[in-house]
């Protein structure tokens, strides 16, 4: 059962699988610029490349590159290594016809055309203005979060938008939330973080003081929702039961 908040004046989110979700797999998405071009490639073997692309970067160049390139260049990287990793030769990726696909599919990644919103969004920011509540997002993201949260229309309920390559501090790094809670000047125990995972979001949020929920997805969300009502939401619209 859903233990009400009474007290909670902010709540914070993630974006990416917490607000919104990528309109297809990110392998269909890498893919298709390759097949346009007679390029044969198996989304499985994209998705692969993708997965060590993404660790690499994240692990030599975190936080987008911060103080070493722009996310830009940074995407750039993480697309060319992606299509290496899958056998692309090096050759091709210097012609002209891949190198506009790869800036297009950073453009894509900019706006709303790559990403769609959970259903529930709207209403629960639209719920949680109407209660007087200051909503933020805290997330490990490039201007490209803010931007897409623009070409969806919401940008204008969040009070903040706080980017870890704004700050130079990534999640699950604590400082973030505390920056957060400053920005608007809401003690941590006024404020609850929302966010899906235990590790970047709960942990870090709670290790602030703040209350926190991991919206859970999965087949099993009803479940741990259910199970640990103090830890799970299985959707969003929970926020409107507990604040």
């Known amino acids: 059962m859903n233990r009400r908040l009474g007290h909670i004046r902010l709540v914070t989110f993630d974006l990416y699988e917490t607000l919104y979700t990528p309109c297809e797999p990110i392998e269909k998405t890498y893919a298709a610029p390759l097949l346009r071009h007679g390029i044969h490639v198996d989304t499985q073997s994209v998705h692969a490349g993708f997965s060590q692309a993404m660790k690499h970067m994240r692990t030599h160049y975190p936080n987008y590159g911060f103080g070493l390139m722009n996310s830009r260049q940074w995407w750039r990287q993480v697309i060319d290594m992606t299509w290496k990793n899958i056998g692309v030769p090096s050759s091709y990726l210097g012609n002209d016809r891949l190198l506009t696909a790869r800036e297009s599919l950073i453009d894509r990644f900019n706006t709303s055309e790559g990403y769609k919103m959970f259903d529930e969004v709207p209403k629960v920011l639209k719920y949680l203005r109407m209660r007087g509540i200051k909503t933020g997002v805290i997330s490990n993201m490039d201007e490209a979060g803010e931007k897409v949260l623009c070409h969806m229309g919401i ?17 699950p790094d604590p400082r973030i939330f505390e920056l957060a809670l400053s920005a ?21 949020a709670i290790k602030v003081g703040m209350s926190a929920r991991i919206v859970s997805r999965g087949r099993d969300a009803a479940d741990l929702a259910a199970r640990y009502p103090d830890q799970y939401i299985a959707s969003l619209l929970d926020l409107t039961k507990i604040v």
Request: a negative charge.
């Open 184 to 204: 608007v000047g809401v003690p941590a125990y006024d404020a609850l973080h929302v966010g899906d995972s235990k590790e970047m979001d709960f942990d870090p």
């Open 155 to 171: 940008r204008s309920y969040f009070d903040f938008v706080l980017k870890s390559t704004t700050v130079g501090i990534q999640k």
